[in-house]
């Protein structure tokens, strides 16, 4: 995916008009030198007087757009409370019900712990290690374990559905967080304590103290035999076929048939034993003497935490803002609770996405946006073709399947073509809790029900209002939703060197994770499988490696490095995107020269957009939770870490020089696409 992003709050002023160029010259800080730092030299003018909103953990155009997409979704709710109940539809009324009944604090307060006093008494009930499995697998739960799954295709099996199995069980965003001798790390832990003690007095334990420590200590344990991040996003280490047969032998402490009966999900299938796909396959057997080792005492008091955590913003205040006060301010920074009403639409975007979604891109996005969106994603296609064509170090026999690769990547553009049945949902006005353990429970149902059915390639994995873009490697499919397609990222009316150095790398960037070193482990019908000669991955992975070793070198925070592995495929789709959006731009003048507006070539332009895409600043804990965990790289290495490998921005801006921060010498620079 490109971004990394929070949904947000309206700004209370529009978004800035875009002028003919679309490069806002306000934002720009021209007495930076290009090669000094783009991302200043782009949006230095911004920063100088950017502040981070005290509800958020970053500023920026992401934050922009992200409130803007929000306000329409609350447009959207207010017309729908003003409607006659008689005129609604059954799917509306569901969501109106959501939006009011998650609103209304006062009756959340009144009600206090009871609506889930029934839920925490079977916590508080369970008597052994099975009893503790059912209540990990139910989803109306919302529980958390030492293993997790999901239900998605098979990699070698694209058009089969499989269970796939890994490694979970922590409250804090990553083992890095538990592990890692670091000042701020240590005072998380510390936080996070303190907030296990208030989560059990929620759920009415005593002897909070005590239980919360034993509680800790467990997830430390977890976090000992966890797999690092970086590990955990090679395909080749986390494909590993196996069965609850196979699972009992390798790891026979956890209750595997049970867990999965309480999950709704059979040991049979209509092709004989049901095939789960294993992630962190050398930490199963660990967590699962983890798991028979540990006291049940402990993992009730466990659980308690995972529930009060998971369903705290419709429990009573002091529990939201207890959660809060951990999960936003200790973690990240955030001095203040975002607006109710924005959380709303949020939760109801995750919920019930496509049936808000459907509403949403009947007002904001129309059939001539989605139709210029789509032929910038043909020309960048063709533009990839051609570059796939003219590549120096891929060998004829790579080069042909790469090509059959890259025309067979499915596009969705703006929204679905058929809409999700929301009919089997039950969303009871007045009950937060029971309507947000229902739309959890609808899911699992949906998921499991469709479990032994071919793939649906129609669905989509972004709801319609989402800032966000995806590339689905076993589908081999590219999504953009219409919550991204809007301006200041693309805009029909911009000039084209804009929107193809923002949406147009975006795009390039989507179309690059087909080829990203997990991505290009795929093939074009989407199997996981080898079609590279040997020379040639041995030659693509020098020049990744190249690029890895780059971002090792870089530090957001003092002593706190990114991750050039763990970045890598985000970090190879940033610059082959990058690259393949300029030859895009080029292409689309179909010969003639670019025109120079407001002192800017159609270069320059390009670069310019590229780094004013990535206008962003963040909060220090919020970087410090990426870089431990997250494949992304902060935005403004996602410009300069980008820029700084790509002849093209040196010849636009011929005052880079030697001795510039970023400049790199011509036989360093990573070239891949």
Do not use: C
């Not at 720009?28 to 007087?49: C, E, H, R, T």
């Not at 669905?459 to 999504?479: F, G, K, R, V």
């Not at 507006?597 to 332009?605: A, E, P, S």
């Amino acid at each position: 995916m490109r971004k990394w992003v929070l949904a947000g709050l309206m700004l209370s002023v529009a978004l800035p008009a875009l002028a003919l160029t679309g490069v806002t010259q306000s934002y720009m800080d021209k007495s930076v030198a290009p090669g000094k730092d783009f991302f200043l030299y782009g949006n230095g003018g911004w920063a100088k007087s950017a502040v981070i909103p005290p509800d958020r953990t970053y500023a920026g155009v992401n934050l922009e757009l992200n409130k803007q997409n929000d306000d329409r979704l609350k447009a959207i709710i207010a017309e729908l409370a003003r409607k006659p109940d008689a005129s609604v539809t059954p799917e509306e009324r569901k969501l109106r019900n959501f939006y009011a009944g998650y609103m209304d604090v006062p009756a959340i307060n009144k009600a206090g712990m009871a609506p889930a006093k029934p839920d925490l008494d079977r916590i508080a009930a369970a008597k052994d290690l099975n009893d503790v499995a059912k209540l990990m697998g139910d989803a109306a739960l919302n529980l958390d374990g030492p293993f997790g799954f999901y239900i998605y295709s098979d990699e070698k099996h694209p058009n089969q559905y499989a269970v796939h199995l890994g490694q979970s069980g922590l409250g804090m965003p990553d083992r890095d967080y538990y592990l890692k001798a670091d000042k701020a790390l240590a005072a998380n832990r510390d936080a996070y304590k303190v907030w296990l003690e208030k989560a059990l007095g929620f759920a009415g334990v005593a002897d909070t103290k005590a239980r919360a420590a034993a509680v800790f200590d467990l997830e430390v344990k977890i976090a000992q035999a966890s797999w690092p991040a970086a590990d955990r996003r090679d395909q080749d280490k986390i494909y590993n076929p196996s069965t609850i047969a196979d699972l009992q032998k390798s790891a026979p402490e956890f209750p595997w048939g049970t867990y999965m009966q309480a999950s709704g999900i059979s040991e049979k299938s209509p092709r004989g034993a049901r095939v789960m796909i294993v992630a962190e396959n050398t930490t199963f057997p660990k967590l699962a003497k983890l798991y028979a080792a540990t006291p049940v005492a402990v993992w009730r008091d466990y659980l308690a935490t995972r529930y009060i955590h998971g369903f705290a913003a419709v429990l009573p205040s002091a529990v939201d803002d207890a959660n809060f006060a951990f999960f936003s301010t200790a973690l990240n920074g955030s001095t203040k609770q975002i607006d109710r009403s924005e959380r709303a639409v949020q939760m109801l975007n995750y919920r019930m996405g496509e049936g808000l979604g459907k509403l949403y891109v009947a007002r904001w996005f129309p059939p001539a946006a989605k139709a210029k969106a789509d032929l910038l994603v043909q020309n960048l296609i063709k533009a990839y073709a051609e570059d796939i064509k003219t590549l120096g170090w891929m060998t004829p026999e790579t080069r042909a399947k790469a090509l059959v690769k890259l025309n067979k990547i499915a596009r969705k553009i703006g929204y679905p073509d058929h809409w999700r049945d929301y009919s089997a949902l039950a969303v009871p006005k007045g009950q937060p809790l029971k309507a947000f353990q229902n739309a959890l429970v609808f899911e699992s149902n949906r998921q499991t029900a469709r479990i032994d059915k071919p793939v649906d390639r129609s669905e989509w994995i972004m709801t319609p209002s989402t800032n966000n873009a995806y590339y689905d490697p076993s589908l081999n499919e590219i999504a953009f939703p219409a919550g991204i397609l809007q301006p200041p990222y693309f805009d029909a009316n911009a000039d084209d060197a804009v929107n193809y150095g923002g949406i147009g790398a975006t795009i390039g960037h989507e179309i690059s994770h087909g080829f990203d070193d997990q991505g290009s482990k795929f093939d074009g019908d989407g199997v996981f499988q080898n079609w590279w000669t040997a020379a040639d991955r041995k030659n693509f992975d020098a020049r990744t490696k190249a690029l890895a070793k780059q971002y090792d070198g870089y530090t957001p925070l003092t002593g706190l490095h990114i991750n050039g592995q763990l970045t890598l495929g985000e970090n190879i789709a940033d610059l082959a995107g990058l690259e393949i959006a300029l030859k895009a731009y080029r292409i689309s003048l179909n010969g003639k020269p670019a025109p120079v507006i407001d002192g800017f070539t159609g270069d320059q332009r390009f670069y310019i957009a590229y780094s004013q895409s990535w206008r962003e600043i963040w909060r220090e804990g919020r970087t410090r939770q990426i870089v431990l965990s997250n494949p992304h790289s902060p935005s403004n290495y996602r410009v300069n870490g980008v820029v700084r490998n790509s002849d093209g921005w040196y010849a636009a801006f011929p005052a880079i020089k030697p001795g510039d921060a970023f400049y790199l010498p011509a036989s360093e620079r990573v070239k891949l696409w």
